[in-house]
């Protein structure tokens, strides 16, 4: 079993082997750390068995300073890498200061990316000062062009399409792609040069493509020339959603622009036609609009009108006093024993009472037994209205 990457460590507070220990845990790294606080001390450790890591900072309290501990260690055990990490009031130097030092230069506040990839390099014995260095970004991947759906080709009647082309124009390889970097077909010796690379880098040339189309109009055919020392390119489109890469020899390109031109375009023209209009068909995505706030219609104000007028005030006025009943006399010779004959009289002639015509048959009768009849005659007959009705 291996034994567990040395680290020794050098700084009088201690924290330095805090830092170092966390971030061995963060690499998910088994180490075996030392901690010294005295420069002498750790410089003998170093000479006696020699160590594969040494981190230090530059004041160490004694008569040997962090950088100077470096050097004297870097001699002693040309293996050992060495990282110098200076607190923030120690002065800052740069890279022409530092010229051809044999260690690291760190100054706080540090960059944790930074230093836990200097001590990775350390641990696996890998150029500790590469690995200072800001990383190299990778190259942006090309956004997917959206123009709708591919069209269909059917590679078997593309092939000898292509065969005659890569005869015709002599070229040492064509490949036959789409607008997404996918290779459809590859003729001749590809294997010169990273096919899956030159598809995926030509990608833009589609949007260029596309959007030219706008401005030039109709049904856009480019033709590319790139001329490199070891290959020359040539890229052909094939519509606005394939193109042809014809690569010769670096020597060749110049030579072969009139037969590029004439039968690679003759080619592009009869792939164009196996895959019918869909090969100028762009559907390009409609951005919905923003939608718009609509603004509250304020009403305008208007008067309050009072809907209810105040009251006035009642007046009070005097106090009602109600009328004593009016008390009748009683009648003297009242002869109750007439309502036990009720049943004998005949109602038919109280009907008589309230038909107008009875009544005056009635009346003209009296006239003609005894004269006109008088006032209180008139009201029992019901001629003449009661008074107080």
Do not use: W
Not at 190 to 197: H, P
Not at 302 to 308: D, H, L, Q, T
């Amino acid at each position: 079993m291996a034994s567990s990457p040395r680290i020794i460590t050098v700084d009088p507070t201690g924290s330095l082997a805090h830092l170092v220990r966390a971030v061995a845990d963060l690499l998910d790294r088994s180490i075996t750390l030392i901690d010294i606080a005295s420069g002498q001390e750790a410089l003998a450790e170093a000479k006696k068995n020699p160590c594969d890591v040494l981190i230090t900072t530059v004041e160490l309290g004694d008569q040997i300073k962090g950088y100077q501990l470096a050097i004297e260690t870097s001699k002693a055990a040309s293996k050992t890498r060495v990282i110098v990490l200076a607190e923030s009031s120690d002065p800052e130097l740069d890279v022409a200061e530092l010229g051809d030092s044999p260690y690291v230069y760190m100054h706080r506040p540090v960059d944790l990316s930074q230093f836990a990839r200097v001590m990775a390099a350390a641990l696996d014995g890998e150029d500790i000062f590469a690995a200072a260095q800001e990383p190299a970004r990778a190259a942006a991947t090309p956004a997917p062009v959206h123009a709708g759906q591919l069209p269909f080709v059917d590679v078997e009647v593309a092939r000898p399409i292509i065969d005659m082309l890569l005869t015709d124009v002599g070229a040492m390889a064509i490949v036959f792609s789409n607008r997404t970097g996918n290779v459809l077909l590859e003729r001749g010796a590809v294997g010169y040069l990273d096919r899956e690379k030159l598809t995926q880098t030509l990608q833009p040339i589609f949007v260029t493509t596309i959007e030219m189309g706008d401005l030039v109009g109709g049904n856009t055919r480019t033709l590319h020339f790139y001329d490199g020392d070891d290959y020359d390119v040539f890229v052909i489109s094939v519509g606005l959603h394939h193109f042809l890469c014809l690569v010769f020899n670096g020597e060749a390109g110049n030579r072969a622009f009139g037969a590029v031109n004439r039968f690679g375009r003759r080619a592009a023209e009869d792939l164009v036609a196996l895959m019918g209009a869909a090969a100028f068909v762009v559907d390009k995505p409609t951005e919905k609009p923003v939608p718009t706030r609509k603004t509250r219609r304020t009403q305008p104000e208007e008067p309050v009108e009072e809907i209810f007028e105040p009251l006035e005030r009642a007046v009070e006025s005097d106090t009602y006093e109600e009328p004593e009943p009016l008390q009748l006399e009683p009648i003297e010779e009242l002869d109750l024993s007439i309502f036990d004959n009720l049943d004998a009289l005949d109602p038919s002639d109280a009907e008589d009472l309230f038909d107008p015509a009875k009544l005056a048959d009635l009346a003209n009768e009296n006239n003609r037994k005894g004269g006109p009849i008088d006032f209180d005659q008139a009201r029992e007959l019901g001629i003449m209205p009661k008074l107080g009705d």
